[in-house]
C-alpha cells in the first residue's frame, strides 16, 4: 500500500475509533520548537520541568527509527453555558460558585483519548502487515501535540497558543501516536499548514485577568491561571490571587471569548459532561461544597478525574482564593459555614493552607488571626457533617 493511501486508511482507523480529527505528519524538528529554548529562557515554564526534557526539540527523538506522528482530536465541547456567560455567582441563593475549566467536568481525557489511541494501534498492527514500533502519549511524553497538529493540517497555532480548526474551534483534546511506520504526511509537498487565522482579533489577549499572554502567541504560564490552580505546588503570588476571580481549576476565559468557538459543535460523549456526586455538579460548583471536602472524599470524587492533579491541598488552596474573591459579607447565603472552614483549614499547621485561608479571612473582613473554630463545628480532612 503507497504511503498516501496507508495515511487515508489511518485516518479513516482513527474516525472509527471515534476521533473527530486525524492527521500525520512527519517525525522530524518542527519551526516552532526552535524558539522553546528562548521559551524555557524567559523563565516562562515556571516549575514545569518536564518542559525542559531535550526530546521536546523533535518527535524523532522519542524513538528510535521514528518516521510518522499521527495525531488525533477530540472535541469536548459541552451543552453548557461558558464562564463568561454565566451571571454574578456571588448573587446565587445557594451561596458563592466556583469555576472548575470546561476540560475537568468529566472523565480523565487522559484515560478516554488513551484507550481510543491503543485501539487504534491495534488497527494498525492489523492493517500493515510489516513489524513497526507505535507508543501513544496523551500529554504524557516529550511531544508538543499542538505543533504537531499543525503540522499534521488540524489547524492553526491561535494567539493564546491554542490549535484551532477553522469548523471544530479550540475545545479539542488531542493525542499523537509516534511511529516507525512510513506514512505519507496529511500535507502534501506543495501544501502549508492552515493558515493563521486569527488576523487582527486580541479578545483572547484583553480577556486574560492576569496578562498570562504577554504579546501574541507567547505564554508566561507563570502568570496563567491554570498554571496556579494546577502546576504550581506552593503559594499562589499575592497580586495574581484578586485576577484569578472564581477559578479553582484550570481557565477557559481566552477560549471562551475566541470567535471561533461561538459556533463550536457540541459533543454527544458522556465521558466530558459534568459528574454529579450527591447531588451535586462540577459545572459551577458551590465553593462551600468544595472547601468542606475532606481528603477521602476528594478521592472518591475525583477518581479518574482530570481534577485529582492539583490534589486535596491544592483544591483547598484554590477555593479559599476564590472564596476570597467572592465579594460574600455577613449574613450571606452559607457565609457561617465558609468562615468556619476557612477558620479550620488556617489552624491545620499546613502553612500554604494557612497562608490562603487567612487571605480569605482578610478579605471577608475577618482578622487573619482567628482561632480555630469550636470543635465538632467543623469538618476535619475525610469527613462530613
Excluded at 499521527?70 to 453548557?80: D, F, G, H, K, P
Aim: glycine share 10%.
Amino acid at each position: 500500500m503507497s504511503g498516501a493511501k496507508s495515511t487515508a486508511r489511518t485516518m479513516e482507523m482513527a474516525r472509527a475509533a471515534g476521533f473527530d480529527l486525524c492527521g500525520v505528519a512527519r517525525a522530524e524538528e518542527f519551526p516552532e520548537l526552535a524558539h522553546l529554548e528562548e521559551w524555557l529562557g524567559r523563565g516562562y515554564a515556571g516549575e514545569m520541568r518536564y518542559l525542559r526534557d531535550p526530546r521536546r526539540r523533535s518527535p524523532s527523538l522519542t524513538m528510535r527509527g521514528a518516521r510518522s506522528v499521527i495525531v488525533c482530536a477530540l472535541n469536548y465541547n459541552t451543552a453548557l453555558p461558558k464562564s463568561t456567560e454565566l451571571s454574578d455567582p456571588r448573587s446565587d441563593a445557594s451561596g458563592p460558585r466556583g469555576w472548575i475549566s470546561r476540560y475537568g467536568w468529566g472523565d480523565d481525557y487522559h484515560d478516554v483519548l488513551g484507550e481510543k489511541l491503543e485501539e487504534l494501534i491495534l488497527h494498525l498492527r492489523g492493517e500493515f502487515p510489516e513489524p513497526f514500533e507505535a507508543r501513544a502519549y496523551v500529554d504524557t511524553g516529550p511531544i508538543v501535540e499542538r505543533v504537531a497538529a499543525k503540522y499534521a493540517g488540524l489547524g492553526w497555532l491561535a494567539k493564546n497558543t491554542c490549535l484551532i480548526h477553522e469548523e471544530l474551534g479550540s475545545w479539542l483534546f488531542l493525542g499523537v501516536i509516534v511511529t516507525t511506520l512510513d506514512l505519507a504526511a496529511s500535507l502534501g509537498p506543495a501544501e502549508s499548514p492552515a493558515p493563521d487565522m486569527c488576523g487582527n482579533c486580541s479578545l483572547c489577549i484583553d480577556a486574560c485577568p492576569t496578562g498570562a499572554i504577554v504579546e501574541p502567541y507567547v505564554l508566561d504560564a507563570r502568570r496563567c491561571i491554570s498554571y496556579l490552580t494546577i502546576e504550581l505546588r506552593g503559594a499562589i503570588p499575592a497580586e495574581l490571587r484578586e485576577p484569578m476571580g472564581r477559578h479553582v481549576f484550570g481557565c477557559d476565559i481566552c477560549q471562551d471569548v475566541c470567535p471561533w468557538n461561538r459556533r463550536a459543535p457540541e459533543t454527544p460523549l458522556p465521558d466530558f459532561q459534568p459528574r454529579q456526586f450527591r447531588e451535586k455538579s462540577l459545572f459551577s460548583p458551590e465553593l462551600e461544597w468544595l472547601v468542606s471536602l475532606g481528603e477521602e472524599e476528594f478521592r472518591e470524587l475525583f477518581r479518574g478525574s482530570p481534577v485529582k492533579r492539583t490534589k486535596w491541598r491544592g483544591l483547598m488552596r484554590n477555593a479559599c482564593v476564590a472564596i476570597g474573591n467572592s465579594g460574600i459579607r455577613p449574613g450571606g447565603p452559607r457565609f457561617a459555614e465558609i468562615r468556619e472552614r476557612l477558620s479550620y483549614l488556617a489552624s491545620l499547621g499546613d502553612d500554604i493552607l494557612a497562608e490562603h485561608a487567612r487571605w480569605a479571612l482578610e478579605r471577608l473582613g475577618f482578622s487573619a488571626s482567628l482561632p480555630q473554630a469550636p470543635p465538632g463545628r467543623v469538618v476535619p480532612p475525610g469527613g462530613r457533617r
